[in-house]
């Protein structure tokens, strides 16, 4: 298969991105126009946007209720830097566009399922992942419960509409192992219908893989103590309380049903064709270079040359003039100059 090529790829991103501390400086000297001048250029300011959109999530990942301030004191945070987080997850996004551009090129289809404990990161990676390439090319299937026509259907019917075609990557945020999982343990699933499934999914997959399709599976693991602080968070905060579901409780109280039938599904259904990966979920931070930078190493891509792009020249029509429209029409300019 080809090899990426990432030694280019690395000295773009590093362009791209500079070094993490220039961000903090309100002006840099520039040249614009041949000439040197002491401000921002339009340029470095796009390039700011793209690390402050990346710091606003990680603002709200670090953001402490009071109420956990003292419980939290003793937590064990990350010790990765995070100007190294952040040179090393933008130059990831920049070779996840190489490999973007390669899978639509090359008419691939690729699927990659992310399963796992609650609140392991699963969201957190995909959001990395979809970040800066384009959602017609990939998108993220996450599904609700099934509904009661569901329910009857062929238990694999429901997910197979959103498989992708050629030149398309689909992330499923859960999937079929649903039925392994909270099924299983919640009683939403009889025992034989687990074990029709254990039966069932390894031949659905290897169909798949028959059909051209590259599956990748992760299993998101985390310490039953990192849980019991992030379902901490998600209560106290706010923001986050939509995350926290009463299937999310349960795990807690259930969380030795769940490691067996983590257990039992690895054993069944880690097949060579389509094997599992887990992923440490303990630090966020490493969590997500790690499984991004796996997803990019089973997914080989060439380059794939591009067009050179020229910015026409605007045409001008000396007979139009632009009508003033009503100051209704316009979004408050509330924190405007």
């Not at 301030?69 to 996004?93: C, I, P």
């Not at 399963?115 to 998108?139: H, L, M």
């Not at 945020?173 to 099924?183: I, L």
């Not at 440490?280 to 891509?301: T, V």
Request: glycine share 6%.
């Amino acid at each position: 298969m080809p090899t990426r090529k990432k030694t280019a790829t690395k000295q773009t991103a590093n362009k791209a991105t500079g070094k993490t501390a220039a961000r903090k400086n309100a002006a840099t000297h520039v040249t614009i126009g041949g000439k040197e001048a002491g401000q921002t250029s339009w340029l470095q300011r796009e390039l700011q946007d793209d690390f402050d959109e990346e710091l606003e999530q990680e603002i709200d990942d670090g953001r402490l209720p009071p109420e956990l301030r003292t419980l939290l004191a003793n937590r064990r945070v990350s010790t990765m830097d995070r100007g190294q987080y952040f040179r090393e997850l933008l130059r990831l996004q920049s070779e996840l566009v190489e490999l973007q551009d390669w899978v639509m090129h090359a008419g691939l289809k690729v699927v990659v399922l992310f399963e796992g404990r609650d609140s392991a990161g699963k969201g957190g990676v995909i959001k990395r992942i979809t970040q800066r390439i384009n959602p017609r090319t990939c998108r993220v299937v996450a599904l609700p419960a099934p509904s009661d026509r569901e329910r009857t259907q062929w238990y694999f019917q429901r997910y197979v509409p959103h498989l992708p075609a050629a030149g398309e990557i689909v992330l499923f945020d859960r999937s079929w192992y649903n039925r392994a999982g909270v099924e299983r343990v919640m009683g939403f699933a009889s025992e034989q219908q687990v074990e029709d499934f254990f039966r069932d999914v390894p031949g659905f997959e290897r169909m798949l893989l028959r059909s051209g399709i590259i599956l990748i599976k992760y299993w998101f693991s985390i310490t039953d103590e990192e849980q019991q602080l992030r379902f901490l968070m998600r209560i106290h905060d706010p923001i986050k309380q939509w995350k926290l579901s009463p299937m999310d409780l349960q795990s807690r109280i259930r969380w030795e049903q769940y490691t067996k039938a983590k257990e039992a599904m690895f054993a069944r259904t880690n097949i060579p064709e389509a094997p599992w990966y887990i992923v440490e979920g303990n630090d966020k931070k490493r969590a997500r270079l790690n499984c991004i930078a796996h997803l990019l190493s089973k997914l080989p891509c060439e380059t794939v040359p591009q067009e050179q792009v020229a910015l026409p020249e605007r045409v001008f029509n000396p007979d139009y003039e632009r009508a003033t429209l009503p100051p209704d029409l316009y979004v408050p300019n509330l924190y405007g100059p």
